[in-house]
């Protein structure tokens, strides 16, 4: 069964530093979501590509968290710099069309010290 | 703006027993409802999605229902078993103001089936 790849699956890293989280969606799905789980809550949407184009990101912190997904098909979450709140669980969905249901990745859990 | 609701937050029944697990949202204008599984520290697995048109779905011991006149949705697990145990979420695709589709989470409904 095709799954939605995403890694690294646990990153741990210092206050200010950067990170990336890479996320590989099924194959010919034009959708990709990136979305923050904290602890306790429900996925919060960040980011929403169709094909290579961004067409949701106001929930994005813009200030130090950037999105792409340059040819339409993999796409990397960036954070810089991390702060003690981005400690989350982030997940990567992806779906094949408006409507279809969405297959989410395993996540990366990220803890920031 | 939609907004999903999910009560109870926490539900621990004993073994065997079917129970309810149930799902609001405030735009009833949405394409589909999807019900999630999530284990501690995991990623989401889809159970359910109900198209808007649909009235219901059924997976094994599942079933779930959607009536958008309400802005409501149930998931019913038969004959629950200790397995069945983690975190329920729904989320509901609706369109947003700016012309494209969303998913909007609940918190999820944390179950807890005792041996």
């Known amino acids: 069964e095709a799954e939605v790849a995403q890694s690294p699956r646990y990153k741990i890293t210092e206050k200010s530093q950067a990170v990336a989280f890479w996320c590989d969606p099924i194959?010919?799905?034009?959708?990709l979501y990136w979305y923050r789980q904290i602890l306790g809550q429900g996925p919060e949407l960040l980011v929403q590509f169709q094909d290579e184009s961004v067409v949701d990101d106001s929930q994005l912190p813009k200030d130090r968290f950037s999105a792409e997904r340059l040819k339409g098909v993999d796409s990397t979450l960036k954070i810089q710099p991390a702060e003690l709140g981005d400690s989350a669980m982030y997940l990567c969905?992806?779906?094949?069309?408006?409507?279809?249901?969405?297959?989410f990745g395993s996540g990366t859990r990220l803890t920031v010290v | 703006k939609q907004e999903v609701t999910q009560i109870p937050a926490a539900l621990s029944v004993p073994e065997g027993e079917n129970l309810v697990l149930n799902c609001s949202f405030t735009d009833s204008a949405i394409y589909n409802l999807q019900w999630f599984r999530q284990d501690p520290g995991k990623g989401l697995t889809s159970l359910l999605l109900?198209?808007?048109?649909?009235r219901e779905q059924t997976s094994g011991r599942l079933n779930a229902s959607l009536d958008k006149s309400s802005g409501r949705s149930t998931l019913y697990i038969a004959a629950s078993q200790p397995g069945d145990s983690a975190t329920y979420l729904c989320?509901?695709?609706?369109?947003?103001?700016?012309?494209?589709?969303?998913?909007?989470f609940g918190i999820g409904t944390k179950l807890q089936v005792i041996p």
């Open positions: 109900i198209q808007s048109s649909q």
């Open positions: 194959s010919g799905h034009a959708t």
């Open positions: 989320a509901a695709l609706s369109t947003h103001s700016g012309g494209y589709q969303k998913v909007t």
């Open positions: 969905a992806s779906s094949l069309s408006r409507g279809s249901s969405y297959t």
